[in-house]
């Protein structure tokens, strides 16, 4: 019940706070882009932080997977989540050394640069979401509890990650001005 407390009270505490500030959190040398030779760092560091997580939750998803054993419906449910957390995973890895064309010497604009942060903000709050997620869905096999209702959710929000990547990717990938 602590817990739950704590996470209510930080989650107040984090919407009070800027999107840089709420990214900071995570990854301290965070400035938003504005600092030209922070990007390529900044851009790496937030894919760094969202693939950990994703792996921590594939291993979650891993352990979970024991309880779906004799049903093949669950087994199903559970491999085809279970991918696309992989997949997904294995997207924002590939992108580490992309977009060359944002950290070249070109005009990058500053509403452009706004955008990229809120998706920034927002997939990490995603991706802490689904830890929280996949943590519950261990607790319920803990506790005997039915999980198809927790694989539904973690799929779901896997599927709106997915979407909001590219959203951010498409950005990123347009975000340049010729001089």
Same mark, same amino acid.
């Given at each position: 019940?602590?817990? /739950?407390?704590?996470?209510? /009270?930080?989650?107040? %505490?984090?919407?009070? +706070? &800027?999107? %840089?500030? +709420? !990214?900071?959190?995570? %990854?301290?040398?965070? +400035?938003?882009?504005?600092?030209?030779?922070?990007?390529? =760092?900044?851009?790496?560091? !937030?894919? =760094?932080?969202? /693939?950990?997580?994703? &792996?921590?939750?594939k291993n979650d998803l891993a352990n979970?997977? +024991?309880?779906?054993?004799?049903?093949?419906? /669950?087994? $199903?449910?559970?491999?085809?989540? $279970?991918?696309?957390? =992989?997949?997904?995973? &294995?997207?924002?890895k590939k992108a580490v050394a992309g977009y060359s064309g944002v950290h070249a010497s070109v005009k990058i604009l500053e509403s452009e640069l706004d955008k990229v942060i809120e998706w920034d903000a927002n997939l990490i709050d995603d991706v802490e979401l689904l830890k929280q997620q996949s943590a519950k869905m261990l607790q319920d096999i803990d506790d005997n509890l039915p999980i198809k209702s927790d694989m539904r959710m973690i799929e779901q929000t896997v599927d709106e990650m997915i979407n909001t990547f590219r959203e951010r990717d498409n950005v990123m990938k347009n975000l340049v001005e010729e001089e």
């Open positions: 019940m602590g817990n /739950a407390l704590e996470n209510s /009270a930080e989650a107040s %505490i984090g919407k009070n +706070r &800027t999107l %840089i500030e +709420r !990214i900071q959190m995570y %990854i301290p040398i965070y +400035r938003g882009y504005k600092q030209k030779n922070l990007r390529r =760092d900044e851009d790496r560091a !937030i894919r =760094d932080v969202v /693939a950990k997580v994703l &792996t921590a939750v979970a997977a +024991r309880a779906t054993l004799g049903d093949v419906e /669950a087994m $199903r449910d559970m491999e085809r989540v $279970r991918s696309k957390v =992989d997949r997904y995973c &294995t997207d924002v």
